[in-house]
């Protein structure tokens, strides 16, 4: 167990539709990070977030969203949705997100788009 | 451009046998940190081993061991006496500051270990 949380474990939806997937860093961790990882593309790092506020950006659609809160969770928000979007979706955080430090893992949201 | 290789899709290996998974990678950057993970088929990913780019020698964790050869720029995962739990996908990753800390992963070898 990383000690990183993710909810849901798995979501089932339209397309069109709106989701958002929640994580909680481990204990002192500041920084969290978002992946997307489909069968066509691999892992694709979307965002990053260092204690509130926006550190990084990667290949995240204008369609997706991310925050992160004062308690130092985090919300990936996805809107639109299509049938590619169907991925896993990882949360992972790290101390302070220095270029360095380990990224420990979630367990990941398994989203389907029908 | 940040870029991460891994030439192996599939490796096989004999339980008990080491093994060595092969990750290379390009940066101009000279700080940056390069990392292991393991997928089992349940799909988290689970850290394995960590190589900065200032570290003189090879890290080493446990069974798993990092080939770390900066010049040729490369960082192969080494793992000996290889377990049947060993089956799994192993993603290389790198992560630098140039580029705003985006970490980058390779397309993954998927080990399968032969009892």
């Known amino acids: 167990d990383s000690g990183v949380t993710q909810t849901p474990k798995h979501l089932i939806t339209a397309t069109g539709q709106r989701v958002t997937l929640r994580c909680s860093p481990r204990s002192g961790d500041l920084s969290v990070y978002w992946y997307q990882q489909s069968l066509d593309q691999g892992l694709q790092f979307l965002i990053q977030?260092?204690?509130?506020?926006?550190?990084a950006k990667g290949n995240i659609l204008e369609r997706f969203s991310a925050q992160q809160f004062p308690d130092l969770h985090s919300e990936l928000n996805l809107s639109s949705l299509e049938l590619g979007d169907s991925a896993l979706y990882f949360c992972?955080?790290?101390?302070?997100?220095?270029?360095?430090?380990?990224?420990?893992f979630g367990p990941g949201t398994r989203l389907l788009v029908l | 451009a940040q870029k991460i290789t891994q030439t192996q899709p599939g490796m096989f290996v004999q339980e008990k046998e080491a093994v060595t998974l092969d990750c290379t990678y390009d940066t101009s950057d000279p700080s940056y940190g390069l990392f292991w993970y393991k997928q089992p088929s349940s799909g988290e990913m689970i850290f394995l081993i960590y190589?900065?780019?200032?570290?003189?020698q090879n890290a080493t964790e446990g069974r798993y061991s990092l080939n770390f050869q900066k010049a040729r720029k490369s960082a192969n995962l080494v793992i000996s006496a290889s377990q049947l739990g060993d089956s799994a996908m192993y993603f290389c990753a790198m992560r630098e500051k140039t580029g705003g800390f985006k970490t980058i992963f390779g397309a993954g070898t998927r080990l399968f270990v032969k009892a």
């Open positions: 992972a955080s790290s101390v302070a997100g220095g270029p360095q430090e380990t990224q420990y």
């Open positions: 190589q900065g780019s200032y570290d003189q």
């Open positions: 977030y260092y204690n509130g506020e926006e550190r």
